[in-house]
């Protein structure tokens, strides 16, 4: 069965500072990883998607499949960075298509303080 | 263009009612899923739809009922509510390539059972 964790559940930093918040996760098969960011009493929002291989906002995250990991980099935080993050995986059928299933990590609360 | 819609945003509940939590949206997306978000927890899949007339379930099913006879809906039920159903409920959608695209989530539904 798949699995995502989010070893740290809060992570304080000051605003500069470099920030990595870290996804393990365990899947048999290949895996389609994302991030996403909940502000104070907001929705979920879409951050990252590792097929794309973009930086939303100075973040980047990279696939490592060695060590089944997708950790969330910046290289300076922001105040308004401040948020939950969950890194999530989504299930795929052996034909490479979703099942739609996305299974979501405990999330990490990240603070930047000023 | 609303997205994903959930209504109510907020519902107190005695013990042993029933409710239904309505989720829709206007993108025409194939796949629709719904998630409780508890601290510590993260985001656990209670039932999950990839198209009308097609459900299954998620990690933490009991006690929740779905049926999706619509593209647009896909509305939550509580059967009998208890105090462990005391939690935010968010309502996902996407496009069949979930991996390109990733899920579009509502706003929430706050739900309290005394």
């Known amino acids: 069965a798949q699995r995502v964790t989010q070893p740290e559940k809060l992570l304080s930093v000051f605003k500069g500072a470099p920030v990595e918040l870290k996804c393990n996760y365990s899947?048999?098969?290949?895996?389609?990883l994302f991030w996403y960011v909940q502000y104070s009493r907001q929705r979920l929002q879409l951050l990252l998607r590792?097929?794309s291989r973009e930086s939303i906002k100075g973040f980047t995250a990279d696939l490592n499949k060695g060590e089944t990991s997708f950790h969330l980099k910046k290289p300076f935080a922001q105040e308004e960075d401040s948020a939950m993050y969950y890194c999530?995986?989504?299930?795929?059928?052996?034909?490479?298509?979703?099942?739609?299933?996305?299974?979501f990590g405990q999330g990490t609360i990240l603070t930047v303080h000023p | 263009n609303a997205g994903v819609t959930q209504t109510p945003k907020f519902q107190v509940l005695k013990t042993g009612q029933s409710m239904t939590l309505q989720c829709a949206q206007d993108?025409?997306?194939?796949?629709m899923s719904w998630y409780r978000q508890d601290p510590g927890m993260g985001l656990r899949l209670i039932h999950y739809?990839?198209?009308?007339?097609?459900?299954d379930q998620g990690e933490v099913p009991n006690g929740y009922n779905v049926s999706r006879s619509t593209t647009e809906d896909f509305p939550l039920r509580l059967l009998s509510a208890a105090p462990s159903q005391t939690s935010v409920y968010f309502c996902?959608?996407?496009?069949?390539?979930?991996?390109?695209?990733?899920?579009?989530f509502g706003s929430g539904t706050r739900l309290t059972v005394v």
């Open positions: 899947y048999s098969g290949s895996p389609e």
């Open positions: 590792h097929i």
């Open positions: 999530a995986l989504l299930t795929l059928n052996a034909g490479g298509t979703s099942y739609g299933k996305l299974t």
């Open positions: 996902a959608s996407s496009t069949g390539d979930a991996g390109a695209y990733g899920y579009t």
């Open positions: 993108m025409n997306h194939e796949y």
């Open positions: 739809s990839v198209g009308a007339g097609i459900t």
